[in-house]
């Protein structure tokens, strides 16, 4: 079945809806819990109305309470303050600082008799202490940038809580309660009382011994949290924040939490409005005493729900169980799908290579013949009526045929290298030091980039010798020096680097899936990027494999000429023992313009090029990827628009190489 039939089919499947399924099956199921539920779910409703009724009492009678012991409390403090105004509206600061141990001695009587007062203090109009009830003499301490000081300076608040705060004198949360010190008619300080947040907790944790999860707190008109039980409450502030417009007598307000839960809240104001007593209690521990209430019910209602339940989860892990042969059965037609494309893939470069080698080798001919008859001119002595014009004219008959020569020279590279891309060439394996190897190739390579751009090499003092062709290795790295070079119009740098991958040297991850996969097999891998490319020369054109038998019998009787030396490069060859699983990884790097994925991505195809018109063949790299495959190796592309392009070559390595 092909892709177009496994696509019809799955939209003529009714049961290929699986996410319709599963919510039809769990709402026929969830329908046969609502009769036995019904009953239940009415007595449930009017026991909860019931349980938060008393909720909601509690929380009033809990929250006057708090009211009251808060109101007493001010009111003790605003008699403090009044003492103290009256003994100093007639002082000046100078005068409170002449009489400050009096007046420190009777604001630490005043202060043993208030026991929610951590200490009393009297401040100048600039904000500097003059008295404390806690030390003599007072220290330096100036409060003109806090917030209760602007409050009674600036804005003449009649009174005024602060924020709880760390204290100036003993580091002791406190929070102050403050009034204006007036001098005559002219507002001259502050009376401050220090009052301590554990005093009120202590009072709310004895109020709510006997409840269970009740909280209670004093606040701010803002949502600042003054006292609270259990101190620190995180949430005290938001719910006095959301409740802070509550009236004196308001019922019992729904507050959700940060974290979601819902909480039962009952404010009422205290001094006008300046604080609030706040208790509050977590819906939870309503629904707590609603299902103490619920429980035998709920016990025989529960038994029927669970075989409900269990019905409902078989019937869903069916669903899931189909859904997921159905899910294997749409990945089989992916992959199907997959190996089609690879196939047609493949058909393609089969017949590319097919016309690629017919039409290369009749280019040849042409170019032999006119090769041939350039040869006869250029024999041929010239003609004319005197020994000067003929001499001229011969000339420039050369320079022409000249010319013509280095033409038909570069439609011959071209021919073999399309002859290259479709017919088998035998390669000579031998073991290669990469280290002599770019020695020897380092002119041709500079060469070949010119003088702009900077060559570095970066190879491992310890690289293993490479199982390679040599001439095939030398092509490889002045075709990736020529598109480097291409690359970097306004020169850069181009790097060789070389080092050592396998087990033994803690590479292994390196390597790309084809190989990793095949490390410890002689076996080649499909998985590798450049053997996915379909090996054109297993399906070349007859045609062309006929010439290049002529080809080779053409250059036998110059091969025949080097044997000796053949010999010894094969006896060198047999020496060299590869290394199982150990590769050298040879990379290229150029800081050139760069390609984005895309293009990277068919790079090492035939004939593909980014080039202008005339400026490359596309076949340099393809090259790089035909020699990497022959060797057993590997090659693959990175690259990305202004980030250069790393080009690297995993090539099998070997143990160096010894004569028997």
């Known amino acids: ?36 539920l019904c009953l239940l779910a009415g007595w449930g409703w009017l026991a909860l109305r019931d349980a938060f009724a008393d909720a909601q009492r509690q929380c009033a009678l809990l929250a006057r309470v708090v009211q009251e012991h808060a109101s007493k409390v001010m009111e003790s ?30 604001m630490a009587r005043m202060g043993r008799g208030l026991p929610q007062a951590f200490a009393l203090g009297i401040f100048g109009d600039d904000g500097t202490l003059l008295v404390s009830s806690l030390l003599y003499p007072a220290p330096m301490l100036n409060i003109s940038e806090r917030e209760d000081y602007r409050a009674i300076m600036v804005d003449r608040e009649p009174m005024h809580l602060s924020a709880v705060l760390i204290g100036g004198v003993i580091p002791e949360p406190v929070f102050k309660a403050s009034m204006p010190r007036m001098h005559g008619q002219r507002l001259a300080g502050i009376v401050s009382i220090s009052l301590r947040p554990s005093y009120f907790a202590d009072f709310y944790r004895q109020l709510l011994e006997h409840t269970d999860g009740y909280r209670a707190a004093l606040v701010r008109s803002d949502g600042a949290v003054l006292a609270a039980y259990p101190w620190p409450d995180p949430d005290a502030a938001r719910f006095a924040a959301m409740v802070r417009h509550a009236r004196d007598g308001d019922a019992a307000q729904r507050v959700e939490r940060a974290d979601g839960h819902a909480w039962l809240v009952t404010v009422h104001p205290v001094e006008d409005g300046v604080a609030s007593a706040m208790v509050s209690v977590p819906y939870r521990v309503v629904y707590r005493a609603w299902w103490q209430r619920m429980a035998p019910a709920s016990l025989a209602a529960g038994i029927v729900s669970a075989v409900l339940c269990l019905s409902l989860w078989s019937a869903l892990r069916r669903i899931r169980a189909e859904e997921a042969v159905r899910r294997r059965w749409r990945d089989e037609c992916a992959r199907r799908e997959q190996l089609e494309k690879r196939y047609r893939q493949s058909r ?49 008959n050369r ?101 050592n991958l396998g087990a033994a040297y803690g590479g292994g991850a390196s390597l790309p899936p084809g190989l990793a996969a095949r490390r410890g097999s002689a076996e080649p891998s499909d998985d590798v990027h450049l053997a996915d490319r379909t090996n054109t020369a297993d399906r070349a054109d007859p045609r062309a494999e006929a010439h290049a038998e002529e080809d080779r019998a053409g250059a036998h009787h110059a091969a025949e000429d080097g044997a000796d030396e053949d010999r010894a490069e094969d006896d060198s060859r047999d020496a060299a023992t590869p290394m199982r699983g150990v590769y050298v990884r040879l990379w290229v790097s150029d800081s050139g313009i760069g390609m984005p994925a895309h293009v990277a991505d068919r790079a090492l195809e035939p004939l593909f090029t980014t080039k202008p018109d005339g400026a490359g063949t596309g076949l340099g790299l393809s090259q790089v990827s035909d020699f990497c495959r022959e060797a057993g190796g590997a090659v693959t592309v990175r690259s990305a628009p202004g980030k250069g392009t790393t080009v690297t070559l995993f090539l099998p390595a070997c143990q160096p190489s010894r004569r028997a």
């Open 1 to 36: 079945m092909n892709t177009f039939d496994s696509a019809e089919a799955t939209q003529a499947d009714p049961q290929a809806d699986f996410p319709l399924r599963r919510r039809v099956t769990a709402l026929l199921l969830a329908s046969t819990l609502l009769l036995p």
């Open 77 to 106: 403090n605003r008699l403090a303050d009044q003492r103290l105004r009256d003994l100093t509206v007639q002082w000046s600061n100078a005068d409170i600082r002449h009489h400050e141990l009096e007046l420190h001695r009777r």
């Open 348 to 396: 393609k470069f089969e017949a590319m290579g097919q016309l690629i080698g017919s039409v290369a080798h009749d280019f040849r001919n042409v170019l032999a013949v006119i090769s041939a008859y350039t040869d006869v001119l250029l024999l041929r002595p010239g003609v004319a009526g005197n020994a000067d014009r003929a001499e001229r004219a011969d000339r420039a």
């Open 399 to 499: 320079t022409a045929l000249a010319g013509i020569r280095k033409s038909l020279a570069s439609g011959a590279l071209l021919a073999e290298r399309l002859l290259g891309v479709v017919r088998r060439r035998e390669h000579r394996s031998e073991a290669i030091a990469l280290h002599e190897e770019l020695q020897q190739c380092d002119p041709l390579i500079r060469a070949t980039l010119g003088s702009g751009i900077a060559l570095r090499y970066a190879l491992s003092p310890d690289c293993l010798p490479v199982l390679a062709d040599r001439c095939e290795l030398g092509l490889a790295l002045l075709n990736l020096a020529a598109n480097a070079r291409d690359a970097m119009p306004e020169g850069g740098v181009l790097e060789i680097g070389a080092a």
